[in-house]
């Protein structure tokens, strides 16, 4: 019914840039908050950035100051734009946005397939 497809995963060198998008299509008649976590091996799923649908931002502290997340509504489609990268952020990232169907009447939490980023030398 609603799929959310990510790109932008990849190889990068520390202090470089990467920027994620994730676009949900689907059965869609509105979307709240959407947001960016991720999990390295061995690691739990953490929050990285959520932002709500009238633009509110929570970052996780170790990402602060240098992630940006952003979204275009008209798109359905949240980014998060990585700079001065570090290897710590090496993990696979998933986007999640929290989705009310056309046919539904509450909110359902879809996720992305996950895509792998790789901060290394």
């Known amino acids: 019914q609603v799929q959310l497809v990510e790109s932008g995963g990849g190889l990068v060198q520390p202090g470089g840039s990467l920027r994620l998008s994730c676009a949900a299509s689907g059965s869609i008649f509105g979307i709240n908050a959407m947001g960016w976590y991720r999990q390295a091996p061995g690691k739990e799923r953490e929050l990285v950035a959520e932002?709500?649908?009238?633009?509110?931002?929570n970052y996780a502290g170790s990402v602060k100051g240098r992630f940006t997340i952003s979204r275009e509504n008209a798109k359905n489609t949240v980014y998060l734009q990585m700079n001065s990268v570090k290897p710590e952020d090496t993990a696979v990232y998933y986007c999640?946005?929290?989705?009310?169907?056309?046919?539904?009447?509450?909110?359902?939490?879809?996720w992305g397939q996950g895509t792998q980023v790789t901060v290394s030398s």
């Open positions: 932002i709500g649908s009238g633009g509110r931002i």
């Open positions: 999640k946005a929290g989705v009310v169907g056309r046919y539904g009447t509450s909110e359902f939490r879809y």
